[in-house]
């Protein structure tokens, strides 16, 4: 059996872990401290607000969820698509 390790990382010596408020720190994952989801804006998929137009994730674990990984690597390509659209160079 392959390990997937690479898909887990957990850093409970940063002082703000867990970053987000009640979530289980024994089943939290730091891999995606910021989540690449949040360039799709309201399409991430993920439990967010606006507030004054700022994006507020605080309330989504989606990147620190065992399937969390799986989930975002799944939508790589929609970020990609984003990247390309807003080159500078085209």
Not at 61 to 84: C, K, M, N, Q
């Amino acid at each position: 059996m392959k390990s997937e390790n690479f898909k887990w990382y957990s850093h409970i010596d940063c002082e703000f872990f867990p970053c987000h408020e009640g979530a289980d720190p024994d089943s939290f994952n730091c891999l995606f401290c910021y989540c690449p989801l949040y360039a799709l804006g309201d399409g991430c998929g993920g439990n967010f607000t606006y507030t004054d137009d700022l994006k507020d994730c605080s309330l989504c674990l989606i990147p620190h969820t065992a399937g969390g990984y799986d989930y975002i690597v799944s939508r790589f390509s929609e970020i990609s698509l984003l990247a390309s659209e807003s080159r500078s160079d085209k």
